[in-house]
């Protein structure tokens, strides 16, 4: 992750490859990694796809252009997000914390690693209606709402299933409908992180969770 840091810029490289990110494909979306890699260089804050699309030399109403660009902006956002779940979870984040880092840092780090592999993650301002570099505040947005769109999904299939199943018996057996915690009423929140690693201090809502984490991580 820091840039005297090879052995962290190795493990993003592997992450990519095994992510199957293969960078920009074809002009239009090379035009604009070319022209936000500028836009963010220079500091600039706010801006819409149509000014990106047209800094770029593009046409915002070509809807080749367009789908080709917007794609390209959602995938490099996209992921930025997923090595920072995935990062969170490692011990080098914890090693960052400890060096006194805050979360904020270590999230504008991982931003500055991905710009090194030519990635530039921006987010939509629903309320500016415009475009701005990702920041912590954002990608905690974002994550809440795959949390949500997830829980939503995970219901719907749960209700298909069992509407399914009472009409096919078999169906029963061969296909369980599964469940969510629930308190009895509700679906129930993930309770407080009360397993602490001692090795780490990665914390865990599940014992089992803790058990897991130390024979991968602390097999010793």
């Known amino acids: 992750m820091p840039e005297d840091s090879d052995s962290r810029a190795h493990d993003l490289s592997g992450w990519l490859r095994r992510r199957g990110w293969r960078g920009p494909r074809g002009p ?9 890699r500028d836009h963010l260089r220079r500091g600039r804050d706010g801006f ?3 000014e990106v699309m047209e800094d770029a030399g593009l046409d915002y109403d070509n809807t080749s252009d367009y789908f080709a660009a917007h794609t390209f902006v959602a995938a490099m956002r996209k992921v930025t997000v997923d090595f920072s779940e ?3 979870r490692e011990p080098e984040y914890r090693r960052y914390v400890d060096d006194g880092f805050t ?4 999230f504008k780090k991982v931003v500055e690693a991905m710009a090194s592999y030519d990635i530039y993650p921006i987010s939509y301002d629903r309320e500016e209606k415009k475009y701005r570099p990702l920041t912590l ?3 905690a947005r974002i994550t809440k709402q795959r949390a949500i769109a997830i829980r939503t999904e995970f219901v719907r299939r749960a209700t298909e299933m069992t509407s399914m ?3 096919f018996p078999l169906l029963r057996e061969l296909y369980p409908v599964p469940t969510l915690p629930t308190d009895g009423r509700f679906l129930a929140l993930p309770g407080a992180r009360r397993f602490r690693c001692e090795r780490c201090h990665m914390t865990f809502v599940d014992k089992s969770w803790l ?3 130390e024979k991968r991580w602390h097999p010793e």
Do not use: G, M, Y
């Open 28 to 36: 239009v979306q090379r035009a604009i990694r070319d022209t936000l």
């Open 48 to 50: 819409t796809l149509r």
């Open 86 to 88: 995935w990062f969170w």
């Open 103 to 106: 979360d904020k840092t270590v």
């Open 137 to 139: 505040e954002t990608w």
């Open 165 to 167: 199943s009472r009409k």
């Open 211 to 213: 058990e897991a984490h």
